[in-house]
C-alpha cells in the first residue's frame, strides 16, 4: 500500500492519530497541499459511503470532519499563511451558515477554511441560522454567494424555506446561492431553487471562487 493510500485509510478508519503521522511523511516526500486534501477528501468520502451503507453513523460523519480540519490545522501550523489569512474589509465576500435546526458545522468550519485560502472573505453565520438571518446578512454584507449547509434530513427543508424568503424580500437575484451536506443531491438543490450543490469541498470553493471573481470582474 503507498503512502497515500495509508493516508487514505487512516481517514477511512477515523484513526485521528495515524492520519497526522502520515501528513509528517507526506510533507517530508514533498507532496503539496492541494495533494494532501485531494487525499483528505477521498478518505472522507468513504466515511460517507459506509454511512450511507449504515456501516457508519452521524458520529462518525462528524469525526472525519474533525479529523479532516486536524490535519489542515496541522498543515497550516507548519505551512504559516494556509488557514491564517487576514482578509480586508473590501475583499470579496460571501456569507455561509449552517441552516435553521441544524448545529453541525465540521464541514461548514472546513469549507470556510479552503475559502479562505483562495482569498475569499467569508461571513460565518454560525449554526441553527433562521432564514430571516439570512436574509437580513444579504442586506448587510452584499454578499456575492450564499453558502447553506446542512446534515440533518429536515435541514433540506430549512434550505427551501431560506431560499423562499430570500426570493420573497427580493434580494435573489443578488446572490448565487449553494448548498452542500449528506442530507442534499443536485436534484433536490435544483428543486429548493439553489443555484448549485456541491459534495465536494475543493470543486465547491472553487465554483465560489469562480463566481466572486466573475462578477467582481464585470
Known amino acids: 500500500m503507498t503512502l497515500n493510500e495509508q ?18 511523511q507526506l510533507m517530508q516526500n514533498g507532496v503539496n497541499w492541494m495533494v494532501i486534501l485531494e487525499l483528505l477528501q477521498t478518505g472522507v468520502k468513504l466515511v460517507g459511503n459506509r454511512y450511507e451503507e449504515g456501516e457508519y453513523f452521524i458520529a462518525d460523519l462528524i469525526m ?11 498543515y497550516g501550523v507548519i505551512v504559516p499563511g494556509i488557514l491564517d489569512i487576514s482578509l480586508s474589509s473590501d475583499t470579496p465576500c460571501m456569507v455561509m451558515g449552517t441552516v435553521e435546526g441544524d448545529v453541525h458545522d ?12 483562495q ?3 467569508v461571513i460565518d453565520l454560525g ?8 436574509a437580513d446578512s444579504i442586506r448587510t454584507y452584499a454578499p456575492k454567494v450564499v453558502g447553506m449547509s446542512g446534515i440533518m434530513n429536515f435541514a433540506v427543508s430549512s434550505m427551501k424555506r431560506t431560499i423562499d424568503l430570500i426570493c420573497q424580500e427580493g434580494l435573489r437575484d443578488q446572490v448565487k446561492i449553494i448548498v ?6 443536485a436534484e433536490m438543490a ?3 431553487g439553489a443555484d448549485a450543490y456541491s459534495g465536494d469541498w475543493l470543486d465547491g470553493s472553487a465554483l465560489c471562487k469562480k463566481w466572486i471573481f466573475e462578477t467582481e470582474a464585470d
Open 7 to 24: 493516508f487514505v485509510k487512516a481517514i477511512e478508519d477515523l484513526d485521528e492519530d495515524r492520519a497526522l503521522e502520515l501528513t509528517d
Open 64 to 74: 472525519s470532519g474533525i479529523i479532516f480540519r486536524s490535519v489542515i490545522e496541522h
Open 106 to 117: 465540521i464541514g461548514k468550519d472546513i469549507f470556510i477554511s479552503l475559502l479562505a485560502a
Open 119 to 121: 482569498g475569499i472573505r
Open 127 to 134: 449554526t441553527d441560522t433562521s432564514p430571516k438571518a439570512f
Open 180 to 185: 452542500g451536506g449528506c442530507c442534499i443531491t
Open 190 to 192: 435544483e428543486n429548493i
